[in-house]
């Protein structure tokens, strides 16, 4: 059983349009499969290919260049392997990306990250409640009783993040009252967490220096592109947390994550650019996410 957001089908990678290409900056590790495929590719491409790949200690990764270009990343912002070989001949991290997936037993659940703008302007710009949307793919699915009982409990969240009759913030403030989970609203303190992590761009400290300015007025970003956002962090992380055994702590992420972005888009045009920024800045890293939850929970013994 294939689980998708119903908006997953309309994604469209818009290759050399794209300002923030993922092509740039990334590391790109390369799956056994693909680095055998590349290291029998002929002529000028194959020899290409195999300069501008990095091996050591059973992995592979492809070599950025010193603008942390990918080397099969054109001048016109395309990658030659999909130009001289097509899409089938992408390593797997890129034909996934920005797909992100979970596994429960026999159920597969697929989503978009919104560490692509593409993706981020498709789930922001999503007027309607997110429903899931389910397809054969030939597995059947055998949820054993506590897989059921976790998606029960998810959909009651999502139920709640999608009250349409309530204001967002009364309903992530009832999101953590089901966790039972009293998130702490010190921005200076969450300031210090944020910059305390690992980094990938420098431009990301400048943009977090702002998060515990006093503000004279609320959160300027709509209801709506508020509740998308919140649902994507539910259903992107509460399988997560399913795993580890913290869903508790893996919800008030969420909401946490809402709120962070709120705190830093200053005006309604930039919440795509701050919201890409936080996700590839912070999901993107298991160490940073676990760093947040552990810090939810300090700053409510500390309170």
């Known amino acids: 059983m294939l689980v998708y957001p119903e908006y997953y089908p ?12 993922c092509c740039i900056g990334w590391e790109i590790d390369i799956d056994d499969e693909a680095l055998a495929r590349y290291d029998r590719a002929n002529g000028p491409l194959g020899d290409r290919l195999r300069a501008g790949i990095l091996r050591g200690q ?9 603008n942390e270009r990918c080397p099969m990343l054109n001048a016109n912002g395309l990658c030659d392997l999909i130009v001289e070989m097509g899409e ?8 996934d990306h920005p797909r992100f997936r979970a596994q429960l037993s026999g159920r ?22 997110v429903r899931l949307v389910s397809r054969e793919d030939g597995k059947k699915e055998r949820l054993d009783a506590r897989e059921r009982a976790f998606l029960k409990w998810r959909e009651a969240l999502f139920s709640i993040a999608q009250d349409r009759s309530r204001p967002v913030d009364e309903r992530m403030n009832l999101i ?103 996700s590839a800045e912070i999901e993107y890293s298991d160490e940073n996410v676990l760093k947040l939850i552990d810090a939810i929970y300090e700053s409510e013994e500390t309170a």
């Open 176 to 278: 953590l009252e089901r966790s039972g989970i009293n998130l702490c609203v010190d921005w200076a303190f969450w300031r210090r967490v944020y910059l305390s992590l690992e980094r990938m761009d420098d431009a990301w400290a400048n943009v977090l220096e702002g998060m515990a300015e006093t503000r004279s007025k609320g959160c300027v970003l709509n209801e709506i592109a508020r509740e998308q956002l919140l649902v994507y962090f539910l259903y992107r992380h509460l399988i997560a947390g399913f795993e580890t055994g913290d869903m508790p702590g893996c919800a008030a992420f969420a909401v946490l994550s809402v709120r962070a972005i709120c705190r830093l888009a200053r005006e309604e045009q930039q919440l795509p650019d701050i919201a890409r920024m936080y």
């Open 58 to 66: 059973g992995e592979a990764r492809f070599a950025l260049d010193e």
């Open 88 to 95: 089938e001949a992408l390593c797997q991290i890129c034909a």
């Open 108 to 129: 597969e659940e697929i989503g978009l990250g919104l560490c692509c703008e593409a993706a981020c302007r498709l789930i922001l710009n999503w007027s309607g409640p």
């Open 10 to 21: 309309r994604f469209q990678c818009v290759a050399d349009r794209c300002r923030h290409t």
